[in-house]
């Protein structure tokens, strides 16, 4: 009976165990009202694989390393070519987020400098078609040498992902569905 027990609550407890903060694996996959799909295919030298598919074809990928003091990009493929950040930005800082955390970096990508400024600007209960969750909505800037510039909001939930994509003209991409592997 005892052993009964220990089992019972081992299941309760694997099926309790905590997703990784920022989720990340092969099978984890993302689909968003725009059509977008965003999939990690797999882990090549030790940089996670964040493919973006339209109509189930690659567009692109982002090669991300996730460490203990946060989530990096290293880079982005396009077909067979890879652009490199040198050095690498950080995407988010090692959880867990907090109201009024700032970060960013500076980076050389494809020719040209770019600063990358986020902070956590609120949180938020949001409604995509995916479910209601309550999100750390984080701002983030980038600029380049180039004279390019990119204001967003994404709406992240820890453990889950981005639920959701927004500009300053009120535009959104919303999550319609995910996978988590198993």
Known sequence: MRRLIWLGLGLLWGWA???AYYPHGAGYAW???SGMEQVFT???DGLWVLERRLEKRPVSADLLRYTPEGVWLH???VGRSLQAYDPPLLLYPAPPLALGQEWGGRSRFGGQLVALLAKVVRIEGVSVPAGRFNAYVIRTSTVTSGGGS???EVYFVPGLGIVRYATPDGSTV???RYAVPK
Request: hydrophobic share 45%.
């Open 75 to 77: 880079g982005l493929l």
């Open 17 to 19: 165990a905590p997703t």
């Open 31 to 33: 689909v968003y009202s």
């Open 42 to 44: 797999r882990e090549q």
């Open 150 to 152: 990119q204001v967003m």
């Open 174 to 176: 919303d999550l319609v």
